[in-house]
């Protein structure tokens, strides 16, 4: 990556123009690189060895899990522990593909990649929200069924292997919780919501069997199953949204667009800002680019250097690439 830093300055220096527009673009384009592989590389390095520690433990105790019920399932020829196991497969799959996406993500990038392999995340993200719906879905078939004919169920059976269940969801929980970035980053967040899901329905199977031996209400096991169902849902739709709006190539939450505006025509010289986008690449790393008119006599550079300086210590983006523009430059309609 480093020849690439000292090839845009090689021809930063062989354009002669100080006033040429290619000059403007490629300087600023060196230096946003500049800044932003410092940060973004130490970003993608400083959370990625962690977050793969507490994913792998995850991993490892949801895969044990499922293996115990599905062989106890089908020992104890219980459907309740099979079909459990299932949801556990489930569970394991997608916290192996979050895994996968987090090594992805640390690839740098390549020709055909410029901006690496981030997006990955994003999409494990997608497919681990959609899951989820699945699951959630299931959940609430199953239940359907069970309302017009409870089955009386081995209540005593059931509390002891979803308290073991639960003991080893909450260890998973744990272990991302205190190794992850489960607030920042979406892939991350999307995984624990699958160990999370899990360990409700443990609970929900708990309180069930509690229920269950002391009133033998049968009902109680659907109805817990369907509050459980919604909760999974409620976790899901919010990662859903999230990596949708990053898909769409959304305004990042955490800045306002007309705020950035108002600030660069704060810059003494700067008259007008257009084609000004902002988007996430991932969770936590930000981009923009956009095109600043400026008064004739003023110093492209120095304008240049305060839009720069701003958007990185304001709004904390570091991959700023922008187009300075006098009078003498005439460009086309921008379609968006």
Known sequence: MNKHHHHDHGH??????PHSHSHQNVHNQGHGH??????????????????KKGLVIALIITGGIM????????????L??????????????????????M?????PPSRKNTYGFYRFEIMAALFNGVTLFVI???IMWEAYQRFSAPP?????????????????????????????????NINVRSAYLHVISDALGSVGALLAGLIMQLFSW?????????????????????????????????????VDINEVKEDFLQIDGVIDVHDLHIWSITSGLDALSGHLLIEDHKDHQTVLQQAVTLVEEKFGIQHATLQIENSSLKHGNLKV
């Open 12 to 17: 930063d220096h062989k354009d002669e123009h």
């Open 34 to 51: 500049n800044h932003s592989h410092s940060h973004a590389h130490g970003h993608s390095h400083s959370h990625a060895p962690d977050s």
């Open 67 to 78: 293996l115990l019920e599905f062989f106890g399932g089908l020992i104890t020829d219980s």
């Open 80 to 101: 309740a522990l099979l079909s459990d196991s299932g949801h556990m497969l489930g569970d394991t799959v997608s916290l192996a593909l979050s895994l996968v996406a």
């Open 103 to 107: 090594i992805f993500a640390v690839k």
């Open 136 to 138: 959630a879905g299931f």
């Open 152 to 184: 009386e169920v081995a209540s005593g059976t059931m509390m002891i292997i979803a308290s073991v269940g639960l003991l080893a969801n909450l260890i998973s929980a744990w272990s991302l919780m205190r190794k992850s970035n489960v607030k920042e």
């Open 218 to 254: 049968y009902i109680a096991d659907p109805i817990i199953s369907v509050i459980v169902a919604l909760l999974i849902l409620r976790g899901a739709w919010g990662v859903m949204k999230q990596a949708f709006h990053i898909l769409m190539e959304g305004t990042p939450p955490s």
